[in-house]
């Protein structure tokens, strides 16, 4: 196992308020957002009891998986991953069976999981921390450090954002993959929170909205 640890450097970072461009949700008999993921096509989003799948377009739930999840949700071309409690399930979305299990690296305190290059990143929600994981044994490859909680990972272009969410105040933030230094900041409007983010591999992000039950689309900023 090759563990590094990057402890991020202080520096003035550009903020912007988040574009919120539509609102999913709440959804039927559904929680709690505690995780979602893009496919492609669809949204999934973890509900609680439920994994569920909608229609970024129409905004129609179109598949829902009974498994319970409390944080992150990721897939990775073919498959979908779950934080529950203190493991990582791979399920495979068709069936909604458990394929294979690895424990969570943070013990039942990760918040966050997106899947680019081959491996995991999860989020370590109180100690502030995002995990490069091996997906079939759960083993530690490389560990940032940020300098706020973070509630939700994802890779764009190879762009490393995470989400953020303490009190009122929530952002979604681009870091540097080497260092942990924030780059960039978008403000999301007070009270509205981030549980979980993905990109849809173009101009959005999916996020999150925890209690609210809400999945939110965000507009990413364009590069320089």
Same mark, same amino acid.
């Given at each position: 196992?090759?563990? *590094?640890?990057?402890?991020?450097?202080?520096?003035?970072?550009?903020?912007?308020?988040?574009?919120?461009?539509?609102? %999913?949700?709440?959804?039927?008999?559904?929680?709690?957002?505690?995780?979602?993921? !893009?496919?492609?096509?669809?949204?999934? +989003?973890?509900?609680?009891?439920? $994994?569920?799948?909608? #229609?970024?377009?129409?905004?129609?739930? =179109?598949?829902? &998986?009974?498994?319970?999840? #409390?944080?992150? =949700?990721?897939?990775?071309? =073919?498959?979908? %991953?779950?934080?529950?409690?203190?493991?990582?399930? *791979?399920?495979?979305?068709?069936? /909604?069976?458990?394929? !294979?299990?690895?424990?969570?690296?943070?013990?039942?305190?990760?918040?966050? &999981?997106?899947?680019?290059?081959?491996?995991?990143?999860?989020?370590? %929600?109180?100690?502030? *921390?995002?995990?490069?994981? #091996?997906?079939?044994?759960?083993?530690?490859?490389?560990?940032?450090?940020?300098?706020?909680?973070?509630?939700?990972?994802?890779?764009?272009?190879?762009?490393?954002?995470?989400?953020?969410? @303490? /009190? @009122?105040?929530?952002? $979604?933030?681009?870091? #540097?993959?080497?260092?942990?230094?924030?780059?960039?900041?978008?403000?999301?409007?007070? /009270?509205?929170?981030?549980?979980? &983010? @993905?990109?849809?591999?173009?101009? &959005?992000? %999916?996020?999150?909205?925890?209690?609210?039950? *809400?999945?939110?689309?965000?507009?990413?900023?364009? +590069?320089?």
């Amino acid at each position: 196992m090759n563990s *590094k640890t990057a402890t991020p450097p202080r520096r003035a970072t550009t903020a912007r308020p988040a574009e919120i461009v539509r609102e %999913y949700g709440p959804f039927d008999g559904a929680g709690r957002v505690n995780g979602v993921t !893009h496919d492609g096509q669809r949204v999934w +989003a973890s509900v609680g009891a439920q $994994i569920l799948a909608f #229609d970024p377009t129409s905004g129609e739930t =179109t598949r829902t &998986l009974e498994h319970a999840g #409390d944080a992150g =949700t990721a897939f990775d071309g =073919t498959h979908l %991953y779950q934080i529950a409690e203190a493991r990582i399930d *791979k399920i495979d979305p068709a069936t /909604g069976q458990v394929l !294979h299990t690895i424990p969570a690296p943070g013990g039942g305190s990760d918040s966050g &999981l997106t899947w680019a290059e081959g491996s995991l990143w999860v989020g370590q %929600y109180r100690d502030r *921390k995002i995990h490069q994981i #091996d997906p079939s044994t759960g083993a530690i490859r490389r560990t940032i450090e940020s300098d706020s909680f973070v509630t939700g990972v994802t890779w764009v272009d190879g762009e490393l954002w995470h989400g953020t969410w @303490e /009190g @009122e105040a929530s952002d $979604i933030r681009r870091i #540097d993959p080497a260092s942990g230094a924030v780059l960039e900041r978008l403000d999301m409007p007070p /009270g509205t929170g981030v549980s979980g &983010l @993905e990109s849809d591999g173009t101009d &959005l992000f %999916y996020c999150g909205g925890g209690e609210s039950g *809400k999945v939110r689309a965000v507009r990413r900023p364009k +590069a320089a």
